[in-house]
């Protein structure tokens, strides 16, 4: 039996993160008060408003949770669904906050929902719904640079960021940081290089590192490396789709692509940008030439042959019902919180390897991190030094040459002088969060053996960092 905590069919998604965390707490040596304190959602605002629709009016319902004040400012995205709820928006909240613990970054963990399916409203009401959203938000000091950073997720992109970010500075005419009220925004409006694909090189990045351990992979009867590993991806979206991307750059082969209207597979590979291109242009990734089988059903998709799942979509879609199904070995969770406990218990007993949401989706918050700072510092990555290295580097390969007296192609004097842009600074700095974070996690599940998943051993770690951040509040001893 695995030592996760198994929950019961009907309970909450707030409700496993919590079972998660208690699980964790017990091999932590922190005091119940403090555990109790870090596990709560600080604060809970739930708030509707009126927006005119055609000829009358319709009454929005919006949220947004401030799991931990921690680190300052909290940080989450805001979703745009039919299906979110007051509950989802605590979970990804708290999850938000162990995520930012578990790969380093220096917020508390907040989420925002607004219930509303975006296909059903046009470009100008989407945009009164965000502006008053915010509006509400700025009012309760929900929102701020250093209060509380919004960001993209599941039914929001940089447009909805932009008015944000637009509507914030107006009310706040005189903030020289005002633009840092949220991150994910367009290059044009002060983003960043690179944020858009963070999420799904993130993941690509986490699942280059866990088969990258002999150890592991020795285990699960898998060589090392992603080279001719095969790997089905559920969901098409922005965090499916790069996860596909780097995925493939990497070595992989992408044989299986779901999405809600249907799955394909192909055991030799399939185009993932010509299956992106087909959706575009047909609606649906069914029909595509390229593929082999089809199921009219998505979760048949996932239990086709491979060597890694990739749950891109939502969450609750490895279930107890389709676990026993599954041909993976190794589960990297692109989705918040798509595998139930009860779920992972089994595959874990199957001896198969979940590589946890709080870290493999963390791409996203990291860079997302690296524009809140280009915001406050007002100055692009690589602006000031960029030259400088470029001439010094120029200087270098002129003296070596001018010692040989071997010279050098002009490929080869151009690869060596470059100097690094934002995008390159960016990717640097997310693959070296995603390699060390992982590893630390190993290492805390190798000092605690019992904790025995990964999943267990990254809330160790946050639990334990965060805990370090309250005292050193002087809020505990």
Same mark, same amino acid.
């Given at each position: 039996?695995s030592?996760?905590?198994?929950?019961?069919q009907?309970?909450h998604?707030?409700?496993?993160?919590?079972?998660?965390?208690?699980?964790a707490?017990?091999?932590?040596?922190?005091?119940?008060?403090?555990?109790?304190q870090?596990k709560?959602?600080n604060?809970?605002y739930?708030?509707?408003?009126?927006?005119r629709?055609?000829?009358?009016?319709?009454?929005?319902?919006?949220?947004?949770v401030?799991?931990s004040?921690?680190?300052?400012?909290t940080?989450?995205?805001?979703?745009y669904?039919?299906m979110?709820?007051?509950?989802e928006v605590?979970?990804?909240?708290?999850?938000?906050t162990?995520?930012?613990?578990?790969?380093?970054?220096p917020?508390?963990g907040?989420?925002?929902?607004?219930?509303i399916?975006?296909k059903n409203?046009?470009?100008q009401?989407?945009?009164?719904?965000?502006?008053?959203?915010t509006v509400?938000l700025?009012?309760k000091?929900?929102l701020?640079?250093?209060?509380?950073?919004?960001a993209?997720?599941?039914?929001?992109?940089?447009?909805?960021?932009?008015w944000?970010?637009?509507?914030?500075?107006?009310?706040n005419p005189?903030q020289?940081d005002?633009?840092?009220?949220?991150?994910?925004?367009?290059?044009a409006?002060?983003g960043i290089a690179?944020?858009?694909e963070?999420t799904g090189?993130g993941?690509a990045?986490?699942?280059?590192?866990c088969?990258?351990?002999?150890?592991?992979?020795?285990?699960?009867?898998?060589?090392t490396?992603?080279?001719?590993?095969?790997?089905i991806?559920?969901?098409?979206?922005?965090v499916?789709?790069?996860s596909?991307?780097?995925?493939?750059e990497?070595g992989?082969?992408?044989?299986?692509?779901c999405?809600?209207?249907?799955a394909?597979?192909?055991?030799?590979?399939l185009?993932?940008?010509a299956?992106?291109?087909h959706?575009?242009?047909?609606?649906?990734?069914?029909?595509?030439?390229?593929?082999t089988?089809?199921?009219?059903?998505s979760?048949?998709?996932?239990?086709?042959?491979?060597?890694?799942?990739?749950?891109?979509a939502?969450?609750?879609q %490895? *279930?107890?019902?389709n676990?026993r199904n &599954? @041909?993976?070995?190794? =589960?990297v969770? #692109? /989705?918040?919180?798509?595998?139930?406990?009860?779920?992972?218990a089994?595959?874990?007993?199957?001896?198969?390897?979940?590589?946890?949401?709080?870290?493999?989706?963390?791409?996203?918050?990291?860079v997302?991190?690296?524009?809140?700072?280009?915001?406050?510092s007002?100055v692009?990555?690589g602006r000031m030094?960029?030259?400088?290295?470029?001439?010094s580097n120029?200087n270098?390969?002129n003296m070596?040459?001018? %010692? *040989?007296?071997?010279?050098?192609?002009? &490929? @080869?004097?151009?690869? =060596?002088?470059? #100097? /690094?842009?934002?995008?390159e600074?960016?990717n640097s700095?997310?693959?070296d969060?995603m390699?060390r974070s992982?590893?630390?996690?190993?290492?805390?599940?190798?000092?605690?053996?019992?904790?025995?998943?990964?999943?267990?051993?990254?809330?160790?770690?946050a639990?334990n960092?965060?805990?370090?951040?309250?005292?050193?509040?002087?809020?505990?001893?």
């Amino acid at each position: 039996m695995s030592n996760l905590i198994i929950s019961d069919q009907d309970t909450h998604f707030f409700s496993d993160v919590c079972a998660n965390f208690d699980h964790a707490a017990q091999f932590t040596k922190h005091d119940a008060g403090l555990l109790d304190q870090i596990k709560s959602c600080n604060s809970v605002y739930r708030f509707r408003f009126p927006i005119r629709k055609g000829d009358g009016f319709e009454v929005i319902d919006a949220w947004r949770v401030e799991h931990s004040h921690h680190q300052s400012p909290t940080k989450g995205g805001i979703r745009y669904s039919e299906m979110v709820n007051e509950d989802e928006v605590m979970a990804l909240a708290a999850l938000m906050t162990y995520k930012c613990a578990i790969v380093n970054v220096p917020f508390g963990g907040a989420k925002g929902g607004i219930k509303i399916n975006p296909k059903n409203y046009t470009v100008q009401e989407l945009e009164n719904i965000t502006r008053r959203y915010t509006v509400e938000l700025t009012k309760k000091n929900f929102l701020g640079p250093s209060i509380d950073v919004p960001a993209p997720d599941y039914g929001s992109g940089e447009r909805e960021m932009s008015w944000i970010a637009d509507t914030y500075a107006t009310m706040n005419p005189n903030q020289g940081d005002a633009l840092g009220c949220v991150t994910g925004k367009p290059i044009a409006l002060h983003g960043i290089a690179g944020r858009r694909e963070a999420t799904g090189r993130g993941v690509a990045i986490a699942a280059r590192e866990c088969v990258s351990v002999g150890e592991d992979m020795q285990k699960l009867g898998l060589t090392t490396g992603l080279t001719g590993k095969k790997v089905i991806v559920q969901g098409l979206g922005n965090v499916g789709y790069y996860s596909a991307k780097f995925l493939s750059e990497f070595g992989a082969t992408i044989v299986g692509l779901c999405e809600y209207e249907g799955a394909i597979y192909n055991e030799d590979g399939l185009d993932y940008e010509a299956v992106f291109q087909h959706r575009k242009a047909t609606g649906s990734i069914l029909g595509f030439a390229g593929a082999t089988k089809e199921f009219t059903r998505s979760g048949e998709g996932l239990e086709q042959p491979c060597d890694i799942l990739v749950p891109a979509a939502l969450e609750n879609q %490895i *279930t107890i019902e389709n676990v026993r199904n &599954l @041909q993976a070995k190794i =589960i990297v969770e #692109g /989705a918040n919180g798509p595998t139930t406990p009860e779920a992972e218990a089994i595959f874990y007993e199957n001896g198969g390897i979940i590589v946890p949401d709080m870290y493999a989706n963390a791409g996203g918050v990291t860079v997302s991190y690296f524009e809140w700072l280009k915001n406050l510092s007002h100055v692009s990555f690589g602006r000031m030094n960029r030259r400088f290295e470029e001439n010094s580097n120029l200087n270098i390969v002129n003296m070596v040459e001018g %010692i *040989t007296g071997v010279s050098l192609t002009p &490929l @080869q004097r151009e690869t =060596i002088i470059k #100097g /690094a842009t934002e995008l390159e600074l960016v990717n640097s700095g997310l693959e070296d969060t995603m390699i060390r974070s992982y590893h630390e996690i190993r290492e805390t599940l190798r000092n605690n053996p019992e904790a025995k998943t990964l999943r267990v051993a990254a809330f160790v770690g946050a639990i334990n960092k965060i805990a370090v951040s309250y005292q050193n509040l002087g809020v505990w001893p």
